[in-house]
T-cell receptor, first 117, second 114 residues
């Protein structure tokens, strides 16, 4: 099956620093990747849709300058949380949409737990 | 826009008993439907999906789901639950157009007691 790798799985940083999270599709190409945020005991909230070679599309209420998304290749998207603050602490999950075959399926990474001190 | 409702926040079931998780959706046509499972601290794993055709779909880990158009439902079932099935279960829906966004339900936490 399709595999999506997300790195790091857990990161702790100081307030004011920036953190980069990587999302890679290991065995398929993905022109579209998605970034979600999940609060404890809650569902996934879509933050943005990442399209290879173009600007990401952000959901309403998500600060694009705070959450920088880059999708430079067909297998890699990155989310950078800039000037992180404690309220940015959360579980971030990426997914990738396979372009061939099961093109309507999103495959998810294992998530990144961000703790901002 | 589509939406998903999972009426049950938490279900406790005995090991070996059957399990049914409810999912209702709102959409103007027949959407694409998915069930995902999330273990603590992990990402989401696809259990099964419905695009079209046979309304009873089989998935991994012994799960199945039935699409009922008349009830706008896509309930997940498993005949005999194992302790390893304890997890969070999410129903998701996406439209059939070019908008590939998934809308997730709030999730149902399944606890399995010995």
């Amino acid at each position: 099956g399709a595999v999506v790798s997300q790195h790091p799985s857990w990161v702790i940083c100081k307030s004011g620093t920036s953190v980069k999270i990587e999302c890679r599709s290991l065995d398929f190409q993905a022109t579209t990747m998605f970034w979600y945020r999940q609060f404890p005991k809650q569902s996934l909230m879509l933050m943005a849709t990442s399209n290879e070679g173009s600007k990401a599309t952000y959901e309403q209420g998500v600060e694009k300058d705070k959450f920088l998304i880059n999708h430079a290749s067909l297998t890699l998207s990155t989310l950078t949380v800039t000037s992180a603050h404690p309220e940015d602490s959360s579980f971030y999950i990426c997914s990738a949409r396979a372009d061939r075959g099961a093109k309507n399926i999103q495959y998810f990474g294992a998530g990144t737990r961000l703790s901002v001190l | 826009a589509q939406s998903v409702t999972q009426p049950d926040i938490h279900i406790t079931v005995s090991e070996g008993a059957s399990l049914e998780l409810r999912c209702n959706y709102s959409y103007g046509a027949t959407p694409y439907l998915f069930w995902y499972v999330q273990s603590p601290g992990q990402g989401l794993q696809l259990l099964l999906k419905y695009f079209s055709g046979d309304t009873l779909v089989q998935g991994i880990k012994g799960f199945e789901a039935e699409f009922k158009r008349s009830q706008s439902s896509f309930n997940l079932r498993k005949p005999s639950v194992h302790w390893s099935d304890a997890a969070e279960y999410f129903c998701a829906v996406r439209g059939v157009g070019n908008d590939y966004k998934l809308s997730f339900g709030a999730g149902t936490t399944v606890t399995v007691r010995a």
